[in-house]
């Protein structure tokens, strides 16, 4: 790898990961709401996004919004980095990712004996166990479940999901910049904060337009803890869910999902681009 690609790698790493702070940031709080309306099924817990946020800051404080895992993620890295590795293999950060996105849909899931009493919900509808941290969740999948069954469940679901959804957000942010570029008479390079911004937000729109069924899905089987039965789980998951709500089932919390993605997927591409133009001219 020649000199001018390295620079241009680390640039785009830098970025990269400016711009996935700023996303984590700004989208959590929609992003646990989004999870807890996927997965209250038939309990009915709340009338809506607005009620869920509400009961969830009341009952178990504003930082319960922010249940983000950059803990678990750095770990599950560690966990496979070995003394002759500067740089994880792509399969491995993979790995990590799906278990960070696990355990996140564990514990944004959970809810403390405070809320589930608030909430009426009868012995058995919620986990009894609340787990303090990524770590001790993460001790209690292994040690019940493996890693394949446990740590590892759900990956197919989430792979089906990946390949949509990237397609709609970067496609999506693509042209809604070229756009805005050819009405200004600029490149694309170009474009201003507000514009970015402007771009950024249709990427996180067709984003979710283009998954969001599969988005349901998945995290219904990654907060449930029964076998899951080969590829037959997505099959038997959708049924399930069908069951339970009809077709609405499959679009719930698409309003805080839209409501997410709008300033978080803006700042995820407008602070990329920003970061990554100020680096090739400074560095």
């Not at 709401?33 to 038939?42: A, C, M, N, W």
């Not at 309003?255 to 997410?260: D, E, G």
Request: some cysteine; hydrophobic content about 40%.
């Amino acid at each position: 790898m020649g000199s001018s690609s390295l620079h241009d790698g680390i640039i785009d790493f830098f970025s990269g990961s400016v711009a996935g702070m700023g996303q984590t940031a700004v989208g959590q709080p929609f992003d646990t709401v989004k999870t807890r309306l996927q997965i209250e099924g038939r309990q009915q817990r709340f009338r809506g996004p607005l009620d869920c946020a509400i009961q969830t800051v009341r009952h178990e404080g504003f930082a319960s919004l922010y249940k983000v895992l950059f803990a678990s993620y750095s770990q599950a890295k560690e966990w496979q980095r070995t003394d002759a590795q500067d740089h994880l293999a792509l399969h491995q950060i993979a790995f990590a990712g799906g278990f960070a996105e696990l355990l996140k849909i564990r514990l944004q899931g959970q809810y403390t004996p405070l809320a589930q009493h608030a909430s009426h919900l009868a012995p058995g509808q919620a986990s009894q166990t609340i787990y303090r941290g990524p770590f001790q969740l993460a001790r209690t999948i292994l040690t019940t479940h493996g890693v394949r069954r446990g740590l590892l469940r759900g990956f197919w679901i989430t792979m089906l999901r990946e390949i949509p959804a990237n397609m709609g957000f970067y496609t999506g942010f693509e042209v809604a910049k070229r756009w805005l570029a050819a009405q200004r008479n600029v490149s694309p390079d170009q474009l201003g904060i507000g514009q970015l911004l402007m771009a950024g937000a249709c990427g996180g729109i067709s984003y979710w337009s283009c998954c969001y069924p599969l988005d349901v899905i998945k995290s219904t089987v990654q907060y449930q803890t029964k076998p899951l039965r080969s590829l037959s789980y997505i099959q038997e998951t959708i049924r399930e869910l069908y069951q339970q709500g009809g077709l609405r089932a499959f679009t719930k919390g698409f309003t805080p999902t839209l409501l997410r993605s709008l300033p978080a997927a803006a700042t995820t591409f407008s602070v990329y681009e920003l970061t990554s133009r100020f680096l090739r001219v400074t560095v």
